[in-house]
C-alpha cells in the first residue's frame, strides 16, 4: 500500500466512475472536495485503490489479485500496527472483493449480530449497508403535521458549523465553514429558540446530494428529524438535485426514517467496520 499524493488523484478518478453503488464520499476525496487519503497498489499505475473519508467511510475497489497488496491491507484493517486512531467503515467493488475479503480476514471477522459486547480490537466487524431510491411520488403524497408553534426551521447560518455537536455534523464532512457553505446546504430546526436538529449536504456533487442528519439528544424522539430532512429534500427539488441516502441496515432509525420520506431501498452491500 502507497499513499498516493494529491496531485495524483485523477489517475483513479476513471476507475472509481465504474463503481456501481453509491460512492459520493469516495469522490469527494478524488475530486479534491474535502480532503482525505487514498492508498494504491501503485502509485504510477493504480489498479487497486482504497479511498478513505474524514468521516472514517472508506472504499475498496479496483484488482483483488494483489496478493501484495491484500497482504499488506490486512494489517492495515486490523490495525496491526496501530497506525489508525479509530475505526473506519469500508465498502468494497466490485463484489468479487467480499469473497477475497471473506479468506483474507478469516476468523477475525464476524457478524454483527455476533459482536454484542462491541469487541473491536483485531476484528472486523461485518454489517451490511443499504442504499435508497428516492421516489419523489411517494414523497409527494406523504402526509405532512404542521410544525410545533414552538419551532421554526431556517436556512443555517456558518454558526451551525461548529455549534452543531454529534456524530453526523457538517463539520465532520467538509473541511471548514467557507467550503461547506459555498458548495453545500442545510437546514436547522430550532425548538424554543434552542438549535434542536439540523439536515445537510453531506456530498454534493453533479445532481446529487446525499442527505446527513443530526438531532440533539435532548430533542430525540419528538418527529423532528423528518421536519428538517422534508426541507432538505424540497431544496433539492427545486434545485434539480436528486436526494441521496443510505445507511447501514442495523441503524432501524434511519431505515425507517427514509422510508417515512419517500426513499426505498435499492441496494443491500456488506459494510465492513475494521479494528482500531
Wanted: charged share 25%; with cysteine; hydrophobic share 35%.
Amino acid at each position: 500500500m502507497e499513499l498516493l499524493r494529491k496531485e495524483d488523484y485523477y489517475k483513479i478518478i476513471g476507475p472509481l466512475r465504474q463503481v456501481t453503488f453509491n460512492n459520493l464520499f469516495a469522490r469527494s476525496v478524488a475530486e479534491n472536495i474535502v480532503s482525505g487519503k487514498i492508498y494504491v497498489d501503485n502509485t504510477g499505475d493504480p489498479r487497486t485503490c482504497y479511498v478513505v473519508h474524514p468521516y472514517g467511510m472508506s472504499l475498496l475497489f479496483g484488482n483483488c489479485g494483489n496478493l501484495n497488496f491484500n497482504k499488506r491491507f490486512r494489517d492495515y484493517s486490523l490495525n496491526l500496527n496501530t497506525t489508525r486512531a479509530d475505526h473506519e467503515w469500508m465498502q468494497a467493488f466490485p463484489g468479487t472483493w467480499d469473497t477475497v475479503l471473506s479468506e483474507l480476514y478469516g476468523d477475525n471477522m464476524i457478524k454483527s449480530s455476533e459482536n454484542p459486547g462491541n469487541k473491536e480490537a483485531g476484528i472486523i466487524e461485518l454489517n451490511t449497508r443499504v442504499n435508497f431510491k428516492f421516489n419523489r411520488e411517494k414523497y409527494s403524497a406523504t402526509s405532512r403535521k404542521p410544525l410545533p408553534e414552538d419551532s421554526e426551521i431556517v436556512r443555517a447560518g456558518k454558526q451551525i458549523f461548529n455549534q452543531m455537536k454529534g456524530a453526523v455534523v457538517p463539520s465532520h464532512f467538509w473541511d471548514d465553514a467557507d467550503d461547506f457553505f459555498r458548495k453545500g446546504n442545510a437546514f436547522s430546526l430550532y425548538c424554543d429558540n434552542k438549535l434542536a436538529s439540523t439536515a445537510f449536504s453531506a456530498f454534493v456533487l453533479d445532481d446529487k446530494l446525499e442527505i446527513g442528519i443530526e438531532t440533539v439528544e435532548e430533542f430525540r424522539g419528538k418527529g423532528f428529524a423528518q421536519y428538517i430532512c422534508a426541507a432538505l429534500i424540497d431544496y433539492c427539488l427545486e434545485n434539480n438535485y436528486e436526494p441521496i441516502w443510505a445507511c447501514r441496515l442495523e441503524n432501524k432509525g434511519s431505515y425507517n426514517l427514509a422510508l417515512k420520506l419517500g426513499f426505498e431501498p435499492s441496494a443491500q452491500l456488506p459494510y465492513y467496520k475494521l479494528s482500531k
